[in-house]
Structure formats: structure tokens, C-alpha cells
């Protein structure tokens, strides 16, 4: 059947060491999921039910660019390990979760924070502070088949070459293969989807110039400008 207007062009991630490249279906971000960010941002650390929310599969960018966004002027990084699965399902459970993985990659959760505080404030949706245009700058994709799937390591974020972020991936709330079993039972996954996994402590705003190096230990390197 043709189109009344011409589609949108399908969100693409280049893969570490192939021609091939990564479509995206969805992108579903894990909420506080490191103990000490929850805490930096004013909540209980415990183990409560994990919570997501979503970005655009086009807030995804390559480009090493961020353009500083309109309608802000406070503006956060949060580095992230990304998790890219290769097929999906619905109630995964934890045994199987991680056999879905394609692979990993670096990214960045880019946040108008004070648009967040206030939809938080009047108990509204979080989009207009996470889901925005370039919101989401991330790296090549590794395979898994390449890495495995790391469990601990080291992650960090530096802001103009001074660290900012560090953390392991140890110290994550919800695990990989958690976090997928649970999304499971809320969305039917599928191939193309990606899950932020949450961002450890030390999270801050970024100005024009800024240049952000993230690394997350055993998947690689993120360098971004902020323009």
C-alpha cells in the first residue's frame, strides 16, 4: 500500500568491526538504578520494583555532537552502559535473558533537568526533560559474541578531561538480565530494542564547549562536544 507521506528513515547504529548495521526498534531507559545516584537525587536506595521510561529511537545520535537544547538551561549528563538486544519476548525469564543480547555500547542519557523537576513536581511525564532531540549520543556497538556480557567493570564520565561520573557496573540495582526479565512483563520486547541501564552518581550540567569522554570498562569509549 503506498504512503500518504514518506516514512521516516529507520534509526541505524553502526557495529564495532562490521559493515552491518544495528536498526532500532525502541529505547527503553532503566530509572535510579545505582544506590548512590538514587540517593544524590533525593531517594531511598533500597531495592524497590525497577521503573522505566522511554526515548525516541531518533534521539539516538553517532555523530559525537550534542547541540545544546532549547527551552533549558540546565542541562545533565549521565553516562550509561546500553544494552542491545537481538530478539526479544514476552515474561523472558532471568535464565534466558541475556542469550537475547546482540551486544553492548556506551551511552549518554542527556537530561533538561530543570524540566524534569518540574513534570516531577506536578506528577506529569518525564518526556520533555529525557525523550528530546540528540538526548541520547552513544558509540558503536559491541558483540557480545566478542565481550560476553560484563557484569562489573568500571564506568565513568569526564566533563573537559576532569572525572565526573565513576562507578562498576557491579553496583547496579537491577542486572542486565533483571532488568530485561522485568521490562519483559510490562512490554512485549523485540529485536532492535535497547535498555539504558542507569547512571552511577555524579551526575551535572554540561555549558556550550563542554567536551564529555565516557568509558565503560570491557565495551569502550563515548566523545561527545556540546555545541
Request: overall charge negative.
Given at each position: 500500500m503506498p504512503h500518504a507521506i514518506s516514512p521516516s528513515p529507520i534509526?541505524?547504529?553502526?557495529?564495532?568491526?562490521?559493515?552491518?548495521?544495528?536498526?532500532v526498534r525502541r529505547v527503553y531507559c532503566v530509572g535510579r538504578n545505582y544506590a548512590d545516584h538514587a540517593i544524590e537525587m533525593g531517594h531511598d536506595p533500597d531495592r524497590e520494583p525497577p521503573f522505566f521510561?522511554?526515548?525516541?529511537p531518533d534521539n539516538l545520535?553517532?555523530?559525537g555532537v550534542f547541540p545544546y537544547p532549547s527551552g533549558s538551561s540546565?542541562?545533565?549528563h549521565e553516562i550509561e552502559l546500553a544494552v542491545c538486544l537481538a530478539r526479544g519476548g514476552k515474561d523472558i525469564s532471568l535464565e534466558t535473558a541475556l542469550?537475547?543480547?546482540?551486544g553492548y555500547a556506551v551511552g549518554l542519557d542527556m537530561t533538561r533537568r530543570d524540566l524534569?523537576?518540574?513534570?516531577?513536581?506536578l506528577g506529569r511525564p518525564w518526556e520533555i526533560g529525557k525523550a528530546f532531540?540528540?538526548?541520547?549520543p552513544i558509540s558503536p556497538i559491541v558483540p557480545a559474541a566478542r565481550i560476553g556480557h560484563p557484569d562489573k567493570g568500571v564506568i565513568w564520565l569526564k566533563v573537559n578531561g576532569e572525572i565526573r561520573q565513576s562507578g562498576d557496573l557491579a553496583q547496579m540495582i537491577w542486572k542486565t538480565q533483571e532488568a530485561i526479565a522485568y521490562?519483559?512483563?510490562l512490554f512485549t520486547l523485540a529485536a532492535g530494542d535497547i535498555v539504558m541501564t542507569g547512571t552511577p552518581a555524579g551526575v551535572g550540567p554540561v555549558k556550550r564547549g563542554d567536551r564529555l569522554e565516557g568509558h565503560v570498562e570491557g565495551v569502550g569509549d563515548l566523545v561527545v562536544t556540546v555545541a
Open positions: 534509526t541505524e547504529l553502526p557495529i564495532l568491526g562490521s559493515d552491518d548495521s544495528f536498526p521510561f522511554q526515548k525516541n545520535v553517532t555523530s540546565d542541562v545533565h542469550s537475547h543480547v546482540y524534569q523537576a518540574e513534570a516531577k513536581k532531540e540528540h538526548s541520547a521490562l519483559s512483563r
